[in-house]
Antibody, heavy 118, light 107 residues
């Protein structure tokens, strides 16, 4: 079955760290650019970060720059440091073939919930 | 960063209505604009990419148009399963940015 599966979410205190993972099944993850997109409770979608197919390039939203690092091996990771309450939300990973075709952001994971609260 | 202004933020419509949602970019993004549909508790679903290319399997009542800074998502005849929140996304330049969303509710 072709799917992306996120994991690593949880309840953490402000100022702490968390590492999210995005794993693929049914297709080759290294054939795809991978994005992280989040959604705060009751709010809209926010693009967070992206990593190239070979892992050599990364880009971040201003809201997480300097606090988050995206990386990959056979899994894509989002290392989140100095977490803030406003980082609370569901984190999705989504695939991107690197060019515009039917597969572009066609597949998202089910999401992993991060709650930052004291 | 490119700002995406989506309007309206919410609307009430009836089954069979023609619905139009607009996204304006703060600078030109060519046709690097996608539309997503999200139902409560569900993962967003891509409807349209490259401003006007319909994802396979998406009903033809959905259409997208525009280029540059102004884009439109049109639902030609609203169906019960279309009541959801719709988002635009510019993917011309990192950081990518979403519109604020349009919630389409039943009148």
């Amino acid at each position: 079955q072709v799917q992306l599966v996120e994991s690593g979410g949880g309840v953490v205190q402000p100022g702490t760290s968390l590492r999210l993972s995005c794993a693929a099944s049914g297709f080759t993850l290294s054939d795809y650019v991978i994005h992280w997109i989040r959604q705060a409770p009751g709010k809209g979608l926010e693009w967070v970060a992206v990593i190239s197919k070979d892992g050599s390039r990364q880009y971040y939203a201003d809201s997480v720059k300097g606090r988050c690092t995206i990386s990959r091996d056979n899994t894509v990771y989002l290392q989140m440091n100095s977490l803030r309450p406003e980082d609370t939300g569901v984190y999705y990973c989504a695939r991107d073939p690197g060019h515009l075709d039917e597969r572009w952001l066609d597949l998202w994971g089910q999401g992993t919930l991060v709650t930052v609260s004291s | 960063d490119i700002q995406m202004t989506q309007s309206p933020s919410a609307m009430s419509a009836s089954v069979g209505d023609r619905v139009t949602i607009t996204c304006r970019a703060s600078q030109g993004i060519s046709n690097y604009l996608a539309w997503f549909q999200q139902k409560p508790g569900k993962v967003p679903k891509r409807l349209i990419y490259a401003a006007s290319s319909l994802q396979s399997g998406v009903p033809s009542r959905f259409s997208g148009s525009g280029s540059g800074t102004e884009f439109t998502l049109t639902i030609s005849s609203l169906q019960p399963e279309d009541f959801a929140t719709y988002y635009c996304l510019q993917h011309n330049t990192y950081p990518w940015t979403f519109g604020q969303g349009t919630k389409v509710e039943i009148k």
